[in-house]
């Protein structure tokens, strides 16, 4: 019940631990939760209206209890994940109301944040595209891609280039950097609509849709006769196999996830890691928490890319709260063209 | 039938391509051959008398037609390898009757080498320890270990190594250099007898039989419960999917081979690569062959170390060129201790 100084506070509930494919019945939208629009007297929190809600792959992770580096959902909590928010109200120095941040926050309307970290709830200075962008491109996916291919994988021009879930966040946007870098990009997606977009949105060189190729490796050796200097992998066991399989002398493999994995009982066996020393591949596993650094420098440069028109970007996005567990759902089939945001409410 | 100018020439000739476990009736010895001691007038060749012949992993690679990095044997013609010759007769600047060479030879007791490479055919100038040596610690072995650990592992003092295959040629040398770092080394080998070596003459700080452990994941839990900062990889299969679990965050994993799974008909399948996305851990293929610029070096920092007598090694020599298929084949199922070397005539 809302006192007087309450407002209702719509929420989406972890249900508990699951194993398998995540179902829309593991999160319960409750409606019944309210919340002060102002943080207690004397605190450093934050009160913040969630307006974009960002739906990534690793948060499968987040729902079973593991060694992962993130700490697991708390069942009977809302889930969290990263957002794009307004200050209401601060307690806090290095935040004022009217800010707009992006970094974690909960699935509800309003969050309070206890103790903000200004590295990791980072305040948005760039308006000139919709704010929805740092759920995506120029958030958390966006620095993903910078770090992952633009560092780890150490690209040079005229390398050839692979990138699998490549309509998704991060790689539409490898993709593109690697064109940017004068290299030959090839995608794959899991339709003929993702692949159309592939090769004539974000300018792939080439793209296939991997559920019609019966044969990875052999679909991977007609677009990569000279093999594979960089892959960037999203995708895991199969797909992984038929890779290492082509790639090329010095070849790099940045493992930014492996969404084919994360709702297996027993994730698939990857049978031919010994080529990794007959090509002298370098592979290398992929956190952006360990790149904020490079948050900087990429903002500089993706300010220049929008002020030069040199990137093109698509959301998937879904209006309202409720309709928050369908989309992330929605990751591990396949459905979301683009990035996929959930929409909370207006700026 | 040798004439005037020529001589017996024993030989260990590959008889055809295998699959599975290599045996040695896979290879036959041959004792009709005859050989000029003279290279041809007018040539650029070198006439080698063999002296050690290396036994080296990689070597299964080469029975098989693949897609490796080395061409495969030829039916019919002599094994070939690494080894320590003497130069007898040379038609080649670079060569003069009388050097000591490592590098590229036949199984035979004499090879005559067509346009030698002095930069993979290498001049031996340091003579303090048995020539043997540079089929070992002071070659291929030798800058493969300085290669794999010192620059590619990126080690760092105070670190916790893992070196599977730990007693063999390469494994013995990665230890102590990681001890020389300053880091804290244990190492797996396949008898009681290897495990006491590992501790007892090479300094490891710890080791175990993989043999007796049931649960190679606990036992690397026991080992490194604050997990594996960096991996020396020789073994490949159950062993990397045990380390996986085990790796530190950032940590690093050298691929110098994967002796378990070289004589499978299907290797095994490795279960939980995504934990190189979990802990951002770094895995890079090794072949020796891109770091032949690093010998001198290499070659300066071991004769210090020999110097001041900070380095141990144990090689397991055999007499005689005909017992050289039963020396190869010993690797496979861990009969050596130490290097596997074959003393083909006397210096």
């Known amino acids: 019940m809302a006192n007087g100084d309450e407002v209702s506070n719509k929420q989406i509930i972890f249900r508990d631990y699951i194993s398998g494919f995540p179902k829309e019945t593991d999160m319960i939208l409750s409606t019944t939760g309210t919340i002060s629009l102002k943080v207690p007297e004397g605190s450093d929190s934050i009160l913040l209206k969630n307006l974009y809600l960002s739906c990534d792959p690793y948060m499968r992770a987040r729902m079973t209890i ?78 993903t891609a910078y770090a992952g291919f633009n560092k780890l994988a150490s690209p ?47 300018g792939f060189d080439d793209a296939f849709n991997y559920k019609e190729e019966s044969d990875l490796t052999a679909a991977l050796k007609r677009y990569f006769p000279k093999g594979i200097d960089i892959y960037f992998e999203n995708v895991g066991g199969k797909m ?26 027993k994730p698939e066996g990857v049978h031919n890691l010994t080529q990794l020393v007959l090509k002298r591949v370098r592979m290398e596993g992929l956190n952006v928490s360990d790149h904020y650094h490079l948050y900087p420098e990429f903002m500089e440069l993706m300010k220049q890319y929008f002020m030069d028109e040199k990137l093109v970007y698509v959301e998937d996005m879904v209006e309202g709260l409720e309709n928050a567990p369908a989309a992330l759902i929605g990751l591990f089939t396949g459905q979301n063209i683009g990035k996929q945001v959930v929409k909370v409410s207006h700026e």
């Not at 109200?89 to 926050?105: A, E, Q």
């Not at 030959?184 to 003929?192: D, L, P, Q, T």
Request: charged content about 15%; aromatic content about 12%; proline content about 5%.
């Open 240 to 265: 992984l196999e038929a890779v290492l399989q082509n790639m090329a002398v010095h070849g790099r493999i940045t493992v930014c996830g492996m969404i084919s994995q994360y709702n297996l009982e």
């Open 66 to 143: 593991s060694d992962s580096y993130l700490p697991e959902f708390v069942p009977g909590s809302p889930i969290s994940g990263f957002a794009v928010s307004e200050v209401l109200d601060s307690g806090n120095p290095n935040f004022k109301k009217g800010d707009y941040v992006w970094g974690f926050s909960g699935w509800e309307q309003y969050s309070l944040i206890d103790n903000p970290d200004p590295s990791s709830l980072i305040k948005i200075d760039y308006t000139d595209v919709s704010l929805s962008y740092f759920t995506g491109i120029l958030g958390m996916p966006g620095l």
């Open 156 to 202: 040079k021009k005229g390398e050839s280039v692979y990138v699998s879930a490549a309509s998704g966040a991060v790689g539409q946007l490898v993709g593109q950097f690697a064109k940017l870098m004068g290299c030959y990009v090839v995608g794959s997606a899991g339709s003929k609509e993702k692949v159309d977009l592939l090769k004539n949105k974000f």
